[in-house]
């Protein structure tokens, strides 16, 4: 499969908090029909942002690992076990596996983003577990200066953040102008959410909120024209167990 863009123009948007927090989703739920389906052990991947603050009402979660990065800003979570709001702020990552259920409630201050991930930790044992939550300053991930580039790893097998989903590496990415030559394993998945900057690919030039689906290229090459931020996600293309969307086929099926 060759490389997929999927541009912000292209993607799903969706107004929350009667219209006053925007979201664009690359990867999206069934009635997103400009998303990307999921695939590998990513369900879910969204951009939320506000210029004026405000509140999304308390929601459930249920199965999926949910990771939240904050991109600029202050966000608060609303725990209503302890009953408190929980802060987060610019950098920091909160990671809550919903397991067998919880209800969670957000505010999002003025002029604040987020980029939220959520994974698929093999639904059916997750669902038998209770829910657990944690948030990660941001001084407590390992950051790597090579030339030309620094890389913010926050989650992979090494890391204080760690996700029950299997095979999954999550790292943000400060590149400057230049060409860059990534080598890639043909046994995953890599996605790239641009936040900030431009890359030249194919001749075309790929614009920040734009989306890249990487499969089966060894090596792979693009040009910074700007000074580029980006989110890298490396996930299995075959995960060893059934993901939510091959159960519920198979019990679609079995109908």
Known sequence: MPHKVLLYENQNKTLLANGVIEENKPVGFSHDNKSIRPYSNIFFWSRIWTDVGGEIKEHPHKGFEILTYVIKGTIEHYNPIKKEWVKITSGDVEILKSGGGINQAVKIAKNSEVMQIWFDPDIKKSLAKVFDWKVYDSNDFHQIELPGKTIKVIVD???????????????????????????????????????????????????????????????????????????????????????????????????
Not at 203 to 222: H, L, P, Q, R, V
Request: hydrophobic content about 30%.
């Open 157 to 255: 097998e090494d890391s204080k953040t760690q996700l029950d989903s299997e095979g999954v590496k999550v790292s943000d990415y400060k590149l400057s102008p230049g060409n860059f030559t990534f080598r890639f394993s043909e046994e995953k998945f890599y996605s790239i959410y641009i936040i900030k900057g431009e890359i030249e690919l194919d001749g075309k030039f790929i614009t920040e909120n734009s989306y890249i689906i990487i499969k089966d290229e060894a090596k792979f090459e693009m040009f910074v024209s700007l000074h580029t931020r980006l989110i890298m996600v490396e996930s299995p293309v075959k995960p060893s167990y059934k993901t939510y969307l091959q159960l519920k086929s198979d019990a679609n099926s079995n109908k």
